[in-house]
């Protein structure tokens, strides 16, 4: 069966990349000090604009295909299509992230420093960079539902660079940088911390001025902040206070001021609970005590005769015998 080859375009735009893969593709592409590195998206399972798309289960034969595939570029421009492009490098690395493929190209810097350099300004300046794919396939499928294509048995057979936004802007570079003069990037970086360094070392001296200035303030209201809390204290151990003497009353007992005066930490130590118990308590005993004071004159219960001795003594049968004796005349 002959293989058909589709070309796609894709506008290129910022976009973070897999921690994991970045650093081992970082690593890789670091042993050759000649080469510049570009990240990218090559594609996603998404529809085209033509309705056709790369399944996920197509993902592991561009992976596999695409390795060293050729990254192409038109020399010294950046034309709207792919005619007269040449190989500017070569895809390192190819990973599935979610439901897209993204990548990394290693670009030959020493055989076409003119382009890398055109793509280096053009990231820089954040013109739009778009990517054109050309994937192979032997079969294809279509869904009857929605009408769309899905490309089966794919290769990928190389990426472009081209000037023509479209496909939506899925695919895009989204990171360039330069390996073999890391200086360039690290001097300009290092001037624009040391900028930042000496800004936020003013803005630190301002504000620590700005703190010791207000030291006293700081230190006049903590004061009026503990004042503020012992009036506060004072008033309501005071309400407590009056509201126990209103208790004590509405009870029926009687207490002067030196008592509230002398049990007062008593009192504000009690909760609610703990000074009614005790209330009802006190209540209580005064009733029993009233009780045990009362004597009726009318009462006509046994009671223990009051003996009085005449000057002598009695034993226990002389006491018998005078009770006896009285019981008798009765």
């Given at each position: 069966m002959e293989m058909k080859t589709i070309t796609k375009e894709f506008s290129l735009e910022p976009l973070e990349l897999d921690e994991e893969f970045e650093k081992e593709a970082f690593a890789s592409v670091a042993k050759n000090r000649q080469y510049n590195y570009m990240k990218f998206v090559l594609t996603d399972d998404e529809p085209n604009a033509n309705k056709q798309?790369?399944?996920v289960s197509e993902f592991p034969n561009l992976i596999q295909s695409g390795a060293f595939a050729p990254i192409k570029k038109y020399p010294n421009d950046l034309p709207d299509g792919h005619e007269g492009s040449t190989p500017l490098g070569v895809i390192t690395h190819l990973k599935q992230y979610n439901n897209q493929i993204i990548g990394m190209a290693a670009l030959w810097a020493r055989e076409r420093p003119e382009d890398?350099?055109?793509?280096?300004?053009?990231?820089?300046?954040?013109?739009p960079i778009n990517i054109s794919w050309e994937i192979g396939y032997m079969d294809s499928k279509v869904d009857e539902e929605t009408g769309v294509e899905d490309l089966l048995d794919t290769s990928l057979q190389a990426a472009v660079l081209v000037g023509l936004p479209a496909y939506q802007g899925r695919t895009p570079v989204y990171a360039f940088s330069s390996i073999?003069?890391?200086?360039?990037?690290?001097?300009?970086?290092?001037?624009?911390?040391?900028?930042?360094?000496?800004?936020?070392?003013?803005?630190?001296?301002d504000s620590e001025a700005a703190l010791e200035a207000t030291k006293p303030q700081l230190v006049e209201l903590e004061q009026?902040?503990?004042f503020k809390a012992t009036v506060e204290q004072k008033e309501a151990e005071a309400a407590k206070i009056k509201d126990i003497k209103t208790k004590f009353a509405e009870a029926g007992l009687e207490k002067d001021d030196k008592y509230f005066e002398d049990n007062r930490e008593k009192f504000l130590s009690m909760d609610e609970a703990s000074f009614e118990f005790f209330l009802q308590e006190l209540v209580a005993f005064a009733s029993q005590t009233k009780k045990d004071d009362k004597k009726p004159e009318d009462s006509t219960?046994?009671?223990?005769?009051?003996?009085?001795?005449?000057?002598?003594s009695y034993d226990v049968s002389e006491i018998v015998q005078a009770l006896r004796a009285r019981q008798q005349k009765k």
């Open positions: 798309r790369v399944p890398v350099n055109f793509i280096k300004e053009a990231f820089a300046e954040k013109k073999n003069k890391p200086e360039d990037n690290t001097l300009d970086e290092l001037e624009k911390l040391k900028s930042e360094l000496e800004e936020f070392k003013t803005k630190l001296k009026l902040r503990d219960a046994s009671q223990i005769p009051n003996f009085v001795s005449e000057g002598g």
